[in-house]
Structures are given as C-alpha cells and as structure tokens.
C-alpha cells in the first residue's frame, strides 16, 4: 500500500502516545481537504501542547480534564497574540473532539471549556498608488527589473497571494485572454483575469524569460541570479523581493499580501462594486473581505469623495431653491 506523505510538521516529535495519535489526526484532516497550511499550523501547535501534558506528567489521556486544559489556554495567553491562540485553540478542540467521536478513547471533550479570544480588526498594510508608483520606478530594465514589475502588476491585478504567484504554471498562463488559472488557498483552481497594462509587462517579462538559460522550472516567475537561477521563485523569496524593494524605494512594510489588501481598496475607491471585487478577489464570504477594505475607512478623500457623489441630496429636486 502506498503510504500518504503528510507536509512536514516543525517542532520536536512529543513521543508516544500522542505521536501516532497526531499521525491518525493529521491524515483524517488530509482526507477531509484541509489544507497543508492548516494540518501544518494544527500539527505544530497540537505539538506543543503534547509537549507541555509530557513535561506536566500526564502521559495518560485519561488524566487530562478541563483543569488541565484551561491551565494550557493560560500558557497560551501568556505566549502568544490572541490571533495566535485562536488557532491554537481551535486545533485543540477539534483533536480532543476526534478523540471522542471517532477513536472513542475518551468520553468527553476536555477541551470545551476553553475560551477562543476575541480578535480585534485593525486596519491593515495597504499601499497607496504613490507607493506602487514609487515601486515601479525602482525596478531598471534589467533581467530583475522587467520580472519585479510583473510581479508587481500580477499581484495588484489580480490579487492573488504569494503562493499562488509563486506557483502559476506557464501552461496556466493566456496572455490573448489575460487570464491566470491558479492553484488558490484550499486547492481549488481559479481563473483569475488582469487588464491590458498587466498584459503587456508580462509579454515582456514571458520574451526575456524564454531566453534565460538554464530554466529547469515550468512556472512562471523564477529566480534570477543566486543560488538556484531558473528555478522557481518560492514565496520566501518574493517577500524578500518586495521588502528590498521598499527599501530601496524609502517605502516601509512592503509585503505580498499587501498588494492584495491593495488590490481590494483600491478598486472599490476607483468605483467597481464591491460584490465584483469580492468575486475576482475570490473571498469567500464578505466578512473576510471586509477586513481587507478597512483601509478606506481611514482615507479621508476616499470619505469626502463617496459622501458628496452619493447624496441623497443629490436626488432632491429644487433643494437648492428652496432657500431664495
């Protein structure tokens, strides 16, 4: 039988018994199409948890209580962001709920009665046309130069994230269509589309990049130089692309993700519905979405704009004869 090899999970192994329990786990959340960013953080904070019950002596499942996970949530607030701890959380929940319901090794959820934190939104990192602008104007019309700027112009027009970028296939690439097929986050594919600008710095880039030698990769954007040239660009070294970037441009915080914070508000101040940016942007319910767009709560053109375009006032007829 061939086996399933599962991401690899960071952190030291805890031992047994939680380590085959945790294998079982994390292949029952493989099956059930979690994705491997998520088997990847539930491993390592289940992990860290298996490790703290050994260090508190508790190596029998049936030692552990409410007591004894509450006094762990403890150790998590005083660890790590409330973010953080939500995931933390989360994972722990969910593994004890397994052992009940499926491996039927305990008759109740310990884990219950721990409390998720409220996580408060704050406004996010987006850049501003300025800074895109100033990002642009640092790349030269060199090898680096014409890939950087199509990075850039994928990114803030179609909103995808690093990894994605990182792993769009040549074959998944239409230039006549301007279209991206994409392998998104909880792998399903999506065509993803970019306008004429975008269009054009990328036939560039795609001209230059034929004529590179050696390229041993099928994707897209490869490295350029370094110690893996013509292999594919990994999200590691796009954000180290980027935060370069911004140094070199005096623009703090550059980022992936702040393209596609970016890639958001800023279409929904140039005027496209909100519900089409959703779409394009593939977010999946407008909650998430709305924590991309909190930006244009702070821009006050953005405010002063939208209040005078979309007055009601606007509708009342004669209101300003009224006053003669």
């Known amino acids: 039988m061939k086996s399933v090899v599962l991401p690899v999970i ?111 939104i704050e406004r996010q990192r987006t850049l501003s046309l300025k800074e895109i602008q100033a990002l642009m104007d640092k790349c030269p019309n060199t090898a680096k130069g014409i890939r950087d700027r199509a990075i850039i112009c994928v990114l803030l027009d179609t909103g995808i994230r690093a990894a994605e970028l990182c792993n769009i296939e040549i074959s998944n690439l239409n230039l006549e269509e301007c279209r991206l097929n994409v392998l998104c986050k909880g792998g399903a594919h999506m065509n993803k589309y970019f306008g004429p600008i975008c269009k054009h710095y990328l036939e560039i880039w795609m001209e230059y990049r034929d004529k590179m030698k050696p390229v041993s990769a099928s994707t897209v954007f490869v490295s350029i130089g370094g110690f893996y040239p013509g292999e594919s660009l990994t999200p590691r070294g796009l954000r180290n692309i980027l935060k370069k970037l911004g140094i070199s441009a005096g623009i703090e915080d550059v980022h992936p993700h702040a393209f596609r914070r970016s890639f958001a508000s800023l279409r929904i101040a140039m005027g496209q519905p909100t519900r089409s940016v959703q779409i394009l942007g593939g977010w999946s319910d407008l909650k998430s979405f709305e924590r991309y767009t909190l930006a244009l709560t702070n821009d006050d053109d953005f405010m002063r704009q939208g209040a005078a375009k979309y007055s009601p006032l606007l509708r009342v007829e004669n209101l300003s004869g009224n006053d003669k």
């Open 10 to 120: 960071p952190g030291a192994s805890p031992g047994e018994p939680y380590d085959s329990l945790l294998q079982e786990f994390l292949l029952t959340l493989y099956q059930g199409q979690y994705s491997k960013g998520t088997i990847i953080l539930y491993g390592w904070h289940l992990r860290r948890c298996f490790r703290w019950l050994i260090s508190a002596g508790v190596v029998d499942l049936n030692q552990i209580n409410a007591i004894t996970m509450l006094t762990w949530g403890g150790v998590l607030r005083e660890k790590y962001q409330p973010q953080t701890q939500k995931v933390a959380i989360t994972a722990t929940i969910s593994f004890f709920k397994w052992l009940v319901t499926e491996k039927r090794l305990i008759n109740e959820n310990p884990a219950l009665k721990l409390q998720v934190p409220k996580i408060s």
